[in-house]
């Protein structure tokens, strides 16, 4: 790029003379490239990318050169922990919305049981009967009231941590979406009343 116009990005930030292969021509324009460049020469050194892009197969160049640029930027707004910052930020995120993810099936399948209490006049009787015993047992329950549904869990909901978002999605304690559309289609039959 060098020979026949203006130096690349990193040349011209270097105040050097850009050769015809440079390794940073491709990735570094002479217009928006040295103020690119200079946040990698700051955080990593020039000498040390190239040698590192000489390691990387042609193909992997441009994405190194992308993660390259992001990790410099990230080490410059934040000295300490650069990049870790951003991916421990949007790991709580992805934690926070998984937890409000299990509450919303938690209320939708309770809406769902609730609906089918105004279905099924067996269920009410049952649960009145055993609600005036002070306790509710499994054979309140109807014979067709699915069986998979299981409110109950080992952990609290409060926690946050990625195993007690793993261990409510993966079936106990709240049902999946899979399960709550089978439920679906299972509560919404037309009622029977000729039996």
Same mark, same amino acid.
């Given at each position: 790029? #060098?020979?026949?116009? &203006? =130096?690349?990005?990193?040349?011209k930030?270097l /105040?050097? $003379?850009?050769? @015809?292969?440079?390794?940073?021509?491709?990735?570094?324009?002479?217009?928006?490239?040295?103020? $690119?460049?200079?946040? +990698?020469?700051?955080?990593?050194? #020039?000498s040390?990318?190239?040698? %590192?892009?000489?390691?990387? =197969?042609?193909?992997?160049?441009?994405?190194?050169? @992308?993660? +390259?640029?992001?990790?410099?930027?990230? /080490?410059? $707004?934040?000295?300490?922990?650069?990049?870790?910052?951003? +991916?421990? #930020?949007?790991?709580? !995120?992805?934690?926070?919305? !998984?937890?409000? %993810?299990?509450?919303?099936?938690? !209320?939708l399948? !309770?809406?769902?049981?609730?609906?089918?209490?105004?279905?099924?006049?067996?269920?009410?009787?049952?649960?009145?009967?055993?609600?005036?015993?002070?306790?509710?047992? &499994?054979?309140?329950?109807?014979?067709? *009231? =699915?069986?998979? +549904?299981?409110?109950?869990?080992?952990?609290?909901?409060? &926690? &946050?941590?990625?195993?007690?978002?793993?261990?409510?999605?993966?079936?106990?304690?709240?049902?999946?979406?899979?399960?709550?559309?089978?439920?679906?289609?299972?509560?919404?039959?037309? *009622?029977?009343?000729?039996?």
């Open positions: 790029m #060098a020979s026949t116009g &203006s =130096p690349c990005g990193a040349c930030f /105040r050097r $003379k850009c050769a @015809v292969d440079c390794i940073f021509a491709p990735y570094f324009n002479s217009e928006e490239g040295p103020s $690119k460049f200079a946040a +990698i020469h700051k955080v990593f050194g #020039a040390n990318v190239s040698k %590192l892009l000489h390691n990387v =197969p042609i193909d992997d160049h441009c994405d190194a050169v @992308v993660t +390259i640029s992001y990790e410099a930027q990230a /080490r410059i $707004k934040d000295p300490v922990f650069g990049c870790v910052a951003n +991916i421990f #930020a949007l790991q709580q !995120q992805v934690a926070y919305l !998984q937890s409000q %993810l299990m509450q919303v099936k938690g !209320q399948a !309770q809406s769902l049981m609730n609906s089918n209490n105004c279905y099924n006049p067996q269920w009410i009787n049952n649960n009145n009967m055993a609600s005036s015993s002070g306790q509710m047992t &499994s054979s309140s329950f109807p014979a067709n *009231y =699915p069986n998979y +549904i299981n409110l109950k869990s080992n952990s609290s909901p409060q &926690s &946050s941590s990625m195993e007690s978002v793993d261990h409510y999605s993966d079936g106990h304690g709240i049902m999946n979406m899979q399960d709550i559309q089978s439920l679906d289609q299972f509560l919404y039959q037309p *009622y029977n009343t000729s039996s």
